[in-house]
């Protein structure tokens, strides 16, 4: 019987418009209609103002235009603080003449455009639920237990989006930009955990996005920016209908150094090569890590979310033996205060 089969490819970029090596895989057969996803690590600030991800953006919608392509998800996580490299993580999927097994299995969707007053209140919540849902869906995952991997990518309030609904007689939940960013972020991953089951949307208020960060998905990611308004939506998890040698499974990093949750993780994954790591990294709000100070929230030259994608970058690093791993800041209701998920993807020997 036929089957799903995922492949995932991470590729270097020399810059945000770097586009060659994908191309060179289009090139060299990769059908460029089962592109279903791309994950990007860009070198810009990371902020309101970090225009890579939308450079980034634009160059990837043009490439696959000269192919004919323009269904795919493209996601860009501004910042590669330290030592991380920038690069692309591609996923593709396709139907194959195999039988099914249990296997790495990929799934997207988009929300309509979230209306500026709704960002950070329930409202974002429920709307990115249901898209999780519908990710889901289209992966074939049926077992919330079965999802290891969620990445959103949500937009923020500008000055002029906040006008807009001023105008209609609406209030944004803030209109200082930046603090946006952290609004959306934590409502989407809060709508996560309500379409995984972690949470019931019953019982989240609007008072509690970015006030109690006890409410949390663990194996959820999200990314603002300014490039949009809907919400872009890609699942990772196991599936029976599909094939192939990949496997995937995450970890819940306590704080920013628990190697330990990770190197479990990877110990219960079969045996094979790191296909790609993707994480999320916070500065612990108590400001310690295991009894010690830490300054991340103290500098007003840096903004936190820059410090520690550098240093649980620098910890990941060191354990998996590689600095192109996707790692992304800003972690409201993305695991416990300081700590974070890891999923990791191994294709398996043989």
Request: hydrophobic residues 40%; aromatic residues 4%; negative net charge.
């Amino acid at each position: 019987m036929p089957s799903m089969r995922a492949i995932v490819y991470r590729v270097a970029a020399a810059g945000p418009d770097d586009v060659s090596g994908v191309e060179t895989l289009l090139q060299n057969g990769l059908d460029p209609k089962s592109v279903v996803a791309v994950l990007g690590k860009t070198e810009g600030n990371g902020c309101v103002n970090d225009f890579t991800r939308g450079f980034a953006t634009r160059s990837f919608e043009a490439l696959f235009a000269r192919y004919g392509v323009s269904s795919a998800s493209i996601v860009m996580s501004g910042g590669t603080e330290g030592a991380l490299s920038p690069h692309w993580t591609i996923f593709a999927r396709s139907q194959v003449a195999e039988d099914a097994g249990r296997a790495l299995a990929i799934g997207t969707a988009r929300t309509a455009d979230l209306p500026v007053e709704q960002l950070g209140r329930v409202g974002q919540v429920a709307m990115v639920a249901a898209g999780v849902r519908k990710a889901m869906a289209d992966a074939g995952i049926d077992d919330p237990g079965d999802l290891h991997f969620v990445q959103i990518k949500c937009p923020l309030i500008t000055l002029a989006r906040a006008n807009e609904a001023a105008a209609r007689g609406e209030t944004p939940i803030t209109r200082d930009t930046l603090k946006s960013m952290g609004y959306s972020r934590g409502a989407s991953a809060l709508g996560a955990a309500v379409a995984i089951g972690e949470l019931d949307l019953q019982d989240i208020a609007d008072a509690d996005i970015c006030n109690r960060f006890e409410l949390y998905s663990d194996r959820t990611s999200v990314s603002s920016g300014v490039e949009l308004r809907d919400h872009e939506i890609i699942v990772l998890g196991m599936s029976s209908r599909w094939s192939g040698p990949l496997s995937i499974d995450h970890a819940v990093m306590a704080d920013a150094i628990d190697t330990q949750a990770v190197r479990a993780t990877l110990s219960r994954l079969p045996a094979g090569s790191i296909t790609a790591v993707l994480a999320k990294a916070e500065a612990d709000t108590a400001g310690m890590i295991r009894g010690k100070r830490h300054t991340m929230l103290d500098d007003s030259d840096i903004s936190s979310t820059r410090h520690a994608r550098a240093f649980v970058g620098g910890v990941l690093a060191g354990v998996f033996g590689m600095t192109d791993i996707y790692v992304s800041g800003g972690a409201e209701h993305q695991g416990p205060s300081g700590g974070g998920p890891v999923s990791i993807i191994v294709q398996r020997d043989g």
